[in-house]
């Protein structure tokens, strides 16, 4: 695992991914559906953020 998936971790992390998203769209942006994907699996523990920085430098 990439990291701990407890129940209450992941809800931290996803209410902190839903906080991010709530302040870029306010900003008039939206992540693509690759994004979101992504950072639902950073959010389940599936992949770490490095990782996630990888694929997005290796597009």
Do not use: K
Request: charged fraction near 30%.
């Amino acid at each position: 695992m990439a990291r701990s998936q407890g129940p209450v971790e992941v809800a931290y992390r996803r209410a902190d991914t839903q906080e991010i998203l709530a302040s870029v769209s306010a900003q008039g942006l939206e992540p693509s559906p690759e994004g979101l994907a992504v950072l639902d699996e950073v959010v389940d523990g599936t992949l770490t953020t490095t990782r996630a920085r990888e694929r997005a430098l290796d597009r």
